[in-house]
């Protein structure tokens, strides 16, 4: 099996050259890395120069911005039976491709693998929805985040596979384009599977220590994409408007209340505000 690695950057350097270090150190020959290039000033041209004899490398300088929209012009130029759309800020084990193929190649029907997400150089989890057992899942327990998913090409239904370029960074709403895609492939019936095994490394962002800036301009995200559903009369939906209007936030909350810590409570306060606000706000 033949992966391919599409990787939209925008802004960084040094994160992206300890990227393709990690894409170098891998144990599974058979892959390919597209970067799609948002810099206006060759950024990184020397960067990706380094790499150039290591393994099949593109790299694709375009000249408009956001996030889902370079991913989604990236899988035109792809190969690879599986396909997954790595952080520009994150970090493959060694092992992260052998096992991926491993587990398309055990598992005939699986059209969907979701790794987990790992603080740096570390074992604890990092951002996404992690678990510690390893489980088939539907669109009522969504997995992973945008940068762990892998996607078997010739298992899933291709018009369903593209990325809403209304959600991602430098889009009309910042997050929700990994979830976005996600709920609507497990809709369309695509297996999926979840394993931690497979770790992949990115900074932990998404904690209430780190302000509340950050959780109100991504949780707009949440609440369109919400809302995208809701406007197809998908009523499946309903358990996520319940879920993440009102009963995880009201409750996160509440313990924040409990254990008198104030900058919790602002982070949760400022995350319903945003999935609110994307809710309200969402035309497409």
């Not at 380094?50 to 593109?58: G, N, T």
């Not at 396909?83 to 520009?88: L, S």
């Not at 497990?186 to 780190?210: C, Q, S």
Request: proline fraction near 2%; charge should be positive.
């Amino acid at each position: 099996m033949n992966i391919s690695l599409v990787l939209a950057t925008l802004g960084r350097d040094k994160e992206l050259l300890a990227f393709l270090d990690s894409a170098r150190q891998q144990t599974y020959p058979h892959f390919e890395v597209i970067i799609i290039d948002q810099n206006q000033d060759g950024k990184i041209d020397g960067i990706v120069a380094q790499f150039k004899s290591c393994f099949e490398l593109r790299h694709i300088k375009v000249n408009f911005t956001g996030n889902a929209r370079a991913r989604d012009y990236g899988i035109h130029f792809a190969k690879g039976d599986i396909i997954a759309f790595p952080d520009d800020d994150c970090a493959y084990d060694t092992d992260v491709l052998a096992k991926v193929a491993a587990e398309f190649r055990q598992r005939k029907d699986l059209a969907i693998l979701v790794a987990g997400s790992y603080d740096l150089a570390s074992s604890r989890f990092s951002i996404g929805v992690n678990s510690h057992k390893a489980h088939y899942f539907s669109r009522f327990q969504m997995m992973g985040v945008e940068f762990t998913q892998f996607f078997a090409l010739n298992r899933l239904d291709r018009r369903q596979f593209y990325l809403d370029h209304d959600f991602g960074i430098g889009s009309k709403y910042s997050g929700g384009e990994g979830f976005e895609l996600l709920y609507r492939l497990l809709r369309a019936g695509n297996p999926a599977f979840y394993t931690p095994a497979i770790k992949i490394y990115h900074p932990d962002k998404d904690h209430y220590r780190l302000g509340t800036a950050r959780m109100l301009m991504y949780s707009t995200g949440v609440g369109a994409y919400i809302r995208k559903f809701a406007n197809q009369h998908d009523v499946f939906i309903l358990y996520y408007i319940l879920r993440k209007m009102f009963v995880a936030p009201c409750v996160k909350m509440g313990l924040a209340v409990l254990l008198l810590n104030r900058k919790r409570l602002a982070y949760d306060f400022y995350n319903l505000v945003g999935v609110w606000r994307g809710f309200l706000t969402y035309h497409g």
